[in-house]
Nanobody, 123 residues
């Protein structure tokens, strides 16, 4: 089992900043990719940013230049630095981790989700 603990959400004024953290723990061999998604009521969960095992990154167009994803492999933790926040960034933010685990026939690749953390951008 793999557990993800997210933190750092909250209420911030437009133009402000927040930093989200996602710490992975449990039974896994290694982490491939780590990503952040967000979801608003009535909408599908959307990819915001992802960092790959080679440290390359990808971002949604809506957050390019404002958000920065990073990872600390020693701590099995991903971060999302969110700057110049806008009201439309308000959502529940979810961490997703793609890991390598032991499997009866060898190893397998599985992904896991965090519980979500609320980010609200408002005056």
């Amino acid at each position: 089992q793999v557990h993800l603990v997210e933190s750092g959400g909250g209420l911030v004024q437009p133009g402000g900043s927040l930093r989200l953290s996602c710490a992975a723990s449990g039974n896994f061999i290694s982490i491939y990719d780590m990503g952040w998604y967000r979801q608003t009521p009535g909408s599908q969960r959307e990819l915001i940013a992802r960092v790959f095992s080679d440290d390359s990154t990808t971002y949604a167009d809506s957050v390019k230049g404002r958000f920065t994803i990073s990872r600390d492999n020693a701590k099995n933790t991903a971060y999302l630095q969110m700057d110049t926040l806008k009201p439309e960034d308000t959502a529940v933010y979810y961490c997703n981790v793609d890991v390598r685990i032991n499997w009866p026939s060898g190893t397998a690749r599985r992904d896991y989700w965090g519980q979500g953390t609320q980010v609200t951008v408002s005056l």
